[in-house]
């Protein structure tokens, strides 16, 4: 909780305590109150001199008042941020704890403490190392941890061994989780070995998840060696996929041929599914070859699938040159279209190059449909002239129809020219319609003239009312005015 925050759930308290004040004693809180607000105005401006000054106004002035504790506490912080000599600094919130025991700042400056003598330990100042380790035994949980993780960077044994303590008489998850981070970070044979145990047998499987991202982040030969023979007992499932992205965390080649193997041979799909994507993340040379080869073998679906994705994670254009063999020659529709929304997806101008025409080559309609999509998913400059041309040539009327949709929805006034010619000239009224829509979905600057002279000139009355619908939902003056004239002359 910010203090800002602290202060709004003090109001009202603060009310009844003025009530009760004499009015003379009501005016010396009203100023403390002032002045520390002030003050503390600058510590979050980090105006760290302003803020000294203020804090010890507050203090000389008011040292009684409710805020001399938060006063003295955040002149200590303040100290510290002007650099001042860590002893001292440390002095002074060692000085708060023992006059403001049971403030609610108290254990803030234990945990300052805890940093600050670690710090002159560090620097040769071997006397504060007793100092942090009487702070193990803080009743708060946090300050106790801070203190304890200081004692184990410092080598102190004892320190490690009432960790694992902690860890296994602490009911608190988050807690066990700030533990675990200890252990992970310690270089010590006890906290490898019960990262271990954790990971094999703790009875929850979201610390055994978290034992196990570390033990993968560690690597070395000990780490792959652990996570292989895990892999081959472990029964969860979640916690096989966490061994799976332990794996991209080991030395380029290890991860990846592991990932493979698992994405070859697993029973199961869902598990193969995770190899492919981890596979695709990990940045491994061997990536595009392995996943090719799992592409060729696969039966499954969904885990092909997977792998169309994985191509269009790799950074190169190998990933797209792949993609566009799938589409072009796959014999399933369903893998042809997922390929095809990658190859929208990536944008390039080898994208383009083989996007173009496809439509026209293409047997399957609902490919045909993910192909204009995909053109609509590309730069306006490079996938508005395919769709132009799908809406002008194609031989199918419903193409021609999508085509139109997306030409809309990319809403560039440049198309009036041809949505104006298609409305008028194409075979299909169904057509012509469809490119009223697009008429009203671009700029109404463009389009709401075209289609007044539609509404007004088209020989087909079916159209001419379709034009006038549109005409009526687009809101625009113009549109108005010659709805009106249509009245007029239809008397």
Known sequence: MTHTVQLRGLASLALLALLAMSPLQASAQDEADALYREAYDFVLDEAWADARVGLQRVLEAYPSSNWADDAQYWLCHVREKQDEDPEAVFACHEAFVEQHSRSRWADDARADMVRLGNRLVRSGQTQYTARVRALQGSSDREVRLAALDALRELGDEEALAVLLDLYDTTDDDAFRKKILFILADADSPAATERLAVIARSDPDPDMRRQAIFWIGDRGGAEAVAFLDDLFEREENREVQKQILMAYTELPVGEGAIRLSRVARTHPDAEMRKQAVFWISQSDDPQAEDLLERIFQDETDVDVQRQVLFAFSELDDEAGVSRLIRVAQTHPDAELRKQAIFWIGESGGREAVDALRGMANTETDLDVQRQILFAYAELDDDAGLPLLEQVARTHPNAELRKQALF?????????????????????????????????????????????????????????????AIFWLGESGDPRARQALLDIIRSER
């Open 406 to 466: 997306w030409i809309g929805d990319v809403g560039k006034s440049d198309a009036v020219t041809l949505l104006e010619e298609v409305a008028r000239t194409d075979a299909s009224r169904e057509v012509q319609k469809q490119a009223l829509f697009a008429l009203s979905e671009i700029d109404t600057n463009a389009g709401v003239p075209v289609l007044i002279d539609l509404a007004k000139t088209h020989p087909d009355q079916e159209v001419r009312k379709q």
